[in-house]
C-alpha cells in the first residue's frame, strides 16, 4: 500500500518514462477530491506532455473532473459513479467531450462496483452500449475474476464487447506474459485499442519495453497503470 503522496508513483513513471505510451493514475480505497491535484500536477510536470496521462478512482462529480483536467491530465476515468449515477455520466461527456473514459469491471459479463464489492446485476455490453451513446471516449474493461491473478487476459470476452461497440475498448485484467500482448494485438482489429498490465511488471513475468515493442510491432497499443490500495498509482492492474 502506498500513499496518494508516496513519491513511488513518480518514480514508478520515470522508470519506465521512455517506453510508456500512456499512463494511468488509479486511485483506489477512497474518493479523489481537490486537495489530491497538487500530487497530480507534480506527477503531470514531470512526466506530462509526452506522456498522456488519464486519471480515475472515485470521481463522483464535475468539479473534480474539470479539476484534474485542469492540473494537466488528459482524460478523466469515471468507475463506480457512472453505473450508480448515469446522469453524472451524461453530463461529464457533454462538459468535457473527448475526455471521459468509462471503466467497467465484470465477472461473467456482470458489471461489478465499489471496488468490486458489489454486483449490480447490469449486463457489461448493454452497460457499455448506453454510455457509448452518452459520448465516452472510450471503455476500460476489466475482468474481475483474473485481475492480479497472472491468469491470462480474458480475449474472448474482450473481443465479444469491443465487437458491440464503436468506440476503442482498452483491455485490463489477467495480463501475465508477451503470449497475452500478442494474442491481443491478433485481434486488435475489432477495437481493442490497448491493455492495462501491472502485476506481471511487478513479479518480473512481463518485461514492459519487450511488451511495448511487440505491441508497436503488431500495431497494439501499450498502456500501463499501477495501482495502490490506497492511493494513487499507475495502475498496473494485471
Known sequence: REDFEDNKVLSCFKKIEGEIVRGSILKTGKRIDGRDTKTVRSIVSEVGGEIPIQLGGGIRNLDTVESFLNSGVDSAIIGTAAVTNPGFLHEACFAFPGQIIVGLDAKDGDVAINGWEKM?????????????????????????????MLAGVNVDATVKL??????????????????????????????????????????????????????EKLTCLLYTSDAADEGLGVDLGG
Do not use: M, W
Open 120 to 148: 449490480t446485476g447490469h449486463n457489461v455490453i448493454e452497460l457499455a452500449q448506453k454510455f457509448e451513446d452518452y459520448g465516452v471516449e472510450s471503455v476500460i474493461y476489466t475482468d474481475i475474476g483474473r485481475d492480479g
Open 162 to 215: 469491443s465487437e458491440a461497440l464503436k468506440i476503442p475498448v482498452i483491455a485490463s485484467g489477467g495480463v501475465s506474459n508477451l503470449n497475452d500482448i500478442k494474442l491481443l494485438c491478433d485481434v486488435a482489429n475489432v477495437g481493442i485499442c490497448g491493455v492495462i498490465t501491472g502485476t506481471a511488471i511487478y513479479k518480473g513475468t512481463l518485461n514492459f519495453k519487450e511488451a511495448n515493442d511487440l505491441a
